[in-house]
Nanobody, 125 residues
């Protein structure tokens, strides 16, 4: 059974930084493209950053480009998201899950059939 455990969220002031981690188990992590998703209150879940299995292709949603950095450590079965210059509009619950690489080399939303509990990120002064 796939397990995804997100951590690292918290309350931070605008302009601050956080580093999220996602510990994956129950599957061969290194085989899958992965992504960070977020869902703000009253909004649909969106893919904010994706990375292929070997880290050769990385995509970001436009609003986070230049501020967020996705990375992975296949030896540790862990996905990371470094978030800098945080803004109030980044406030959301952040989740990790798999992604699919399209023919346009864009990573698209997918999932393992379930989601972790997510980690809350709140950006507020």
């Amino acid at each position: 059974q796939v397990q995804l455990v997100e951590s690292g969220g918290g309350l931070v002031q605008p302009g601050g930084s956080l580093r999220l981690s996602c510990a994956a188990s129950g599957m061969t992590f290194s085989r899958y493209a992965m992504a960070w998703y977020r869902q703000a209150p009253g909004k649909q879940r969106e893919l904010v950053a994706g990375i292929t299995s070997g880290s050769h292709t990385i995509n970001y949603e436009d609003s986070v480009k230049g501020r967020f950095t996705i990375s992975r450590d296949n030896a540790k079965n862990t996905l990371y998201l470094q978030m800098n210059s945080l803004k109030p509009e980044d406030t959301a619950v952040y989740y990790c899950n798999k992604a699919l690489l399209g023919s346009d080399l864009r990573l698209k939303e997918a999932n393992f059939g379930s989601w972790g509990q997510g980690t809350q990120v709140t950006v507020s002064s």
